[in-house]
């Protein structure tokens, strides 16, 4: 794994470099036409494609632990809810989404970007396994662990808020969730997923921030908990 995260930081690198020139013509160019002309529309359509293989950039330089990161204490539920909307436009409209704070939670210690990657894998996720349309809810909730009712689903002892996103999709076969978070692991087509949404998510939370991340499938869908560690302000 660490070979790999070399070679994938290696190539974000270098993609990056060409993805910036890529953009920064078109751009340019966006701005020289007047939005009637012929090209326009496919120079919007260069920008947008640039734009989400940036997002690709970020996630392997995120795996590879190469991205640069500016933890700061928050209010999770604050937090959440200032990036809800980004969420309700991501996930489209044939998808409820339903957001359930919990009250007096303990502050958190994380990147806002990165807090913002970690739901956004989630979601997406979450409204890929609803093709037809469904529920996807949000909870946050404070929750304790000591040495006795520690179990492998849970984190280490300790005070945690609990984040759970579950959805009422057409959930994961055993097989399919023995290995959903694994590095490059993916059920969709060639060209509709890279496989590094989950276990980047991961990556965030477990190793960078002391927490946990685990998938429970559910008799109507699938969850996934994300325990992230009470941080003194």
């Known amino acids: 794994m660490e070979s790999v995260g070399l070679l994938a930081s290696g190539v974000a690198h270098d993609f990056n ?35 989400l293989s940036a997002d690709l950039t970020r996630q392997l330089l995120t795996f590879a632990r190469k991205q640069e990161i500016y933890p700061r204490v928050l209010d999770l539920n604050q937090a959440l809810g200032n990036i809800f909307k980004m969420l309700d436009r991501l996930i489209g409209e044939d998808i409820k989404l339903v957001y359930e704070a919990g009250e007096n939670l303990w502050p958190v ?12 894998n989630l979601c997406v996720n979450a409204r890929d396994a609803m093709p037809n349309g469904g529920t996807l809810t949000i909870e946050t909730e404070g929750v304790r662990f000591d040495d006795g009712a520690q179990t492998a689903q849970e984190a280490p002892p300790g005070e945690y808020i609990r ?54 499938p559910t008799q109507n869908g699938t969850a996934f908990r994300v325990r992230f560690p009470f941080k003194q302000t």
Do not use: W
């Not at 057409?170 to 993916?186: L, Y």
């Open 17 to 51: 470099n060409k993805l910036g020139v890529i953009m920064g013509n078109a751009e340019i160019a966006l701005e020289l036409l007047d939005e009637s002309h012929p090209a326009y529309s496919r120079l919007k359509e260069i920008v947008k494609a640039s734009s």
């Open 109 to 120: 210690k994380i990147d806002p970007a990165q807090l913002d990657q970690i739901m956004a």
């Open 163 to 216: 984040v759970s996103v579950s959805d009422t999709g057409v959930g994961m076969s055993p097989e399919v969730c023995a290995r959903a978070i694994e590095p490059f692991f993916t059920t969709k087509d060639v060209g509709k997923g890279t496989g590094l949404g989950l276990s980047t998510a991961r990556q965030i939370v477990n190793e960078r921030m002391g927490g946990s991340l685990t998938l429970l």
